[in-house]
């Protein structure tokens, strides 16, 4: 897992919003409880934030340096898709 979502220098935060309790979000809930753990035990250090908040689509948020922010929306997407899209943010070093 751990390589899956190797987070690069520049990644200051990573933040997932979604609702608690839409149908809308249950694949992000199930993919933030089983993957949170492992990201955070690899990167104690790095901001992981989970808002929750009724009626909010589902996305991701990355933060790097210099203020640089990119969204990915999360909405329909199955397990491996969002892991996908949660990898590529991580990585990136805009």
Same mark, same amino acid.
């Given at each position: 897992?751990? %390589?899956?979502?190797?987070?690069?220098?520049?990644l200051? +935060?990573l933040?997932?919003?979604?609702? #608690?309790?839409?149908? =809308?979000?249950?694949? @992000?809930?199930?993919?933030? #409880?089983?993957?949170y753990?492992?990201?955070?035990? !690899?990167?104690? !250090?790095?901001?992981?934030?989970?808002? +929750? %908040?009724? =009626?909010?689509?589902?996305?991701?948020? %990355?933060?790097?340096?210099?203020?640089?922010?990119? #969204?990915?929306?999360? %909405?329909?997407?199955?397990? +491996?898709?969002? +892991?996908?899209?949660?990898?590529?943010? @991580?990585?990136?070093?805009?």
């Amino acid at each position: 897992m751990a %390589a899956r979502f190797a987070f690069g220098n520049s990644l200051k +935060e990573l933040r997932f919003l979604f609702c #608690q309790t839409g149908e =809308g979000s249950a694949a @992000v809930r199930a993919f933030v #409880q089983k993957s949170y753990p492992l990201m955070k035990k !690899h990167y104690p !250090h790095t901001p992981i934030l989970i808002r +929750e %908040a009724l =009626g909010t689509p589902p996305r991701v948020f %990355a933060r790097y340096e210099f203020g640089k922010e990119k #969204q990915e929306s999360l %909405a329909g997407l199955s397990d +491996e898709e969002i +892991e996908a899209k949660v990898s590529a943010l @991580v990585k990136d070093t805009t």
